[in-house]
């Protein structure tokens, strides 16, 4: 088992959950609170990977919170704090939003969530987030691939788009999959069995740029050929490589899967799009 100052996953995420815990009671009005809870991977001690996964923590208070959102680190591991009300959770969860759905798995360090989960449902709403959630991390992916040449987080953010796309297309078959082994167990077809299979041990093991930028390619076939999009045209994208890219936001529009590219040159920002092999200047870095 993965070893981490001596101590394995479990020993280690039970430190980081006393932690955590010690903190936010801090940073919140103990008495306001609801409960605390700590979800995701962190809450699934097979599907953690040190160095990689972040700890998401769940705040609802009674009162509006002073903060909504809050971020730290302890051992090199971000720790993402969200507050909620309890009446906003309540409405979360009766849209369906995909983050009710994240606590099947769960560590309650204060209080418990159990009573609101009670009639969670899937709804359009749920589909809605998790399809614009496929294209958000994959314009992540590319950012951290083609601008800052982090690999490890490239790689992250293209797992959790295609992870988006299987829990999409799950959805319809009446189940949200929230594993490594649920989410793998869902896939529809072999060759998407065989992606997903690689992306997560490719999280584990390390990657390098060829080979991820082939996971890159193959995570845009997947989605493409869900959606019924025509695919972007990279080459057309490492053309912006000319100037120093800043942030890439993809999305769909009119059959196309495209990028929008915001880049800073010597004559100020541009903003451009790539869509199918074309690619042209645009006012906006998003879509309407």
Same mark, same amino acid.
């Given at each position: 088992?993965?070893? +981490?100052?001596?101590?394995?996953?479990?020993?280690?995420?039970?430190?980081?959950?006393? +932690?955590?815990?010690?903190?936010?009671?801090?940073?919140?009005?103990?008495?306001?609170?609801?409960?605390?809870?700590?979800?995701?991977?962190?809450?699934?001690?097979?599907?953690?990977?040190?160095?990689?996964?972040?700890?998401?923590?769940?705040?609802?208070?009674?009162?509006?919170?002073?903060?909504?959102?809050?971020?730290?680190?302890?051992?090199?591991?971000?720790?993402?704090?969200?507050?909620?009300?309890?009446?906003?959770?309540?409405?979360?969860?009766?849209?369906?939003?995909?983050?009710?759905?994240?606590?099947?798995?769960?560590?309650?360090?204060?209080?418990?969530?159990?009573?609101?989960?009670?009639?969670?449902?899937?709804?359009?709403?749920?589909?809605?987030?998790?399809?614009?959630?496929?294209?958000?991390?994959?314009?992540?992916?590319?950012?951290?691939?083609?601008?800052?040449?982090?690999?490890?987080?490239?790689?992250?953010?293209?797992?959790?788009?295609?992870?988006?796309?299987?829990?999409?297309?799950?959805?319809?078959?009446?189940?949200?999959?929230?594993?490594?082994?649920?989410?793998?167990?869902?896939?529809?077809?072999?060759?998407?069995?065989?992606?997903?299979?690689?992306?997560?041990?490719?999280?584990?093991?390390?990657?390098?740029?060829?080979?991820?930028?082939?996971?890159?390619?193959?995570?845009?076939?997947?989605?493409?050929?869900?959606?019924? +999009?025509?695919?972007?045209?990279?080459?057309?994208?490492?053309?912006?490589?000319?100037?120093?890219?800043?942030?890439?936001?993809?999305?769909?529009?009119?059959?196309?899967?495209?990028?929008?590219?915001?880049?800073?040159?010597?004559?100020?920002?541009?903003?451009?799009?790539?869509?199918?092999?074309?690619?042209?200047?645009?006012?906006?870095?998003?879509?309407?």
């Amino acid at each position: 088992m993965y070893s +981490l100052f001596g101590k394995d996953i479990r020993s280690y995420l039970n430190e980081i959950y006393r +932690l955590v815990k010690d903190i936010v009671l801090d940073l919140f009005n103990y008495r306001d609170l609801y409960c605390v809870v700590i979800f995701g991977s962190a809450a699934r001690y097979e599907d953690f990977v040190p160095g990689i996964s972040d700890i998401d923590v769940l705040v609802i208070t009674k009162q509006p919170p002073h903060i909504r959102f809050h971020e730290f680190s302890e051992f090199d591991i971000r720790i993402h704090v969200t507050s909620y009300t309890l009446n906003e959770f309540k409405d979360i969860v009766k849209m369906g939003h995909p983050l009710a759905f994240m606590l099947k798995y769960r560590v309650e360090l204060y209080g418990s969530v159990s009573s609101l989960l009670s009639d969670l449902k899937i709804t359009e709403y749920t589909r809605h987030v998790l399809r614009r959630s496929i294209f958000a991390a994959l314009g992540l992916a590319l950012e951290y691939y083609y601008s800052f040449k982090e690999y490890v987080r490239a790689l992250s953010h293209l797992y959790h788009s295609l992870r988006h796309l299987i829990r999409y297309k799950a959805s319809f078959k009446g189940i949200i999959p929230i594993s490594d082994k649920e989410v793998y167990n869902s896939c529809d077809s072999e060759e998407l069995k065989i992606l997903y299979r690689n992306l997560v041990r490719a999280r584990r093991m390390g990657v390098d740029s060829i080979e991820l930028k082939r996971f890159i390619y193959e995570v845009i076939k997947a989605i493409t050929l869900e959606f019924k +999009l025509k695919p972007p045209d990279l080459n057309r994208l490492k053309e912006l490589l000319q100037y120093e890219i800043a942030t890439i936001v993809a999305g769909e529009d009119n059959g196309y899967l495209i990028l929008r590219v915001r880049v800073l040159s010597k004559n100020g920002e541009k903003i451009f799009e790539v869509r199918g092999n074309d690619i042209r200047e645009v006012d906006s870095l998003f879509l309407p």
